[in-house]
């Protein structure tokens, strides 16, 4: 498993950018894949973007053209910009090792909430 942990979230008004980290316990080379996901309310968890470590990256619809996954080193980052109150989630950050099928560790979330 990797242990992984959240920062970053906070309370920002709509149009405004956040940027979560995700530290990870081991080089992201060796992870096969990161992931956010968010949770909001009420409502089922959702991939937001993941990226691997041969650098591809994959996004939601809801967020294509706003928010942006990088990664350096044992860190994996997601820049948000022109947030929109629908954002309001808690935002997880998951790692698939490359002999998994899915997201086998999780970090504890960090808060995000987008005031209009």
């Known amino acids: 498993q990797v242990q992984l942990v959240e920062s970053g979230g906070g309370l920002v008004q709509a149009g405004g950018s956040l940027r979560l980290s995700c530290a990870a316990s081991?080089?992201?080379?060796?992870?096969?894949?990161v992931g956010w996901y968010r949770q909001a309310p009420g409502k089922q968890r959702e991939l937001v973007a993941a990226?691997?470590?041969?650098?591809s990256t994959n996004y939601a619809d809801f967020v294509k053209g706003r928010f942006t996954i990088s990664s350096a080193k044992n860190t994996v980052y997601l820049q948000m910009n022109s947030l929109k109150p629908e954002d309001t989630a808690v935002y997880y950050c998951?790692?698939?090792?490359?002999?998994?099928?899915?997201?086998?560790?999780w970090g504890q979330g960090t808060q995000v909430t987008v005031s209009s």
């Open positions: 998951a790692a698939r090792l490359p002999v998994e099928l899915d997201f086998g560790s």
């Open positions: 081991r080089s992201i080379f060796n992870i096969g894949a």
């Open positions: 990226i691997s470590s041969g650098g």
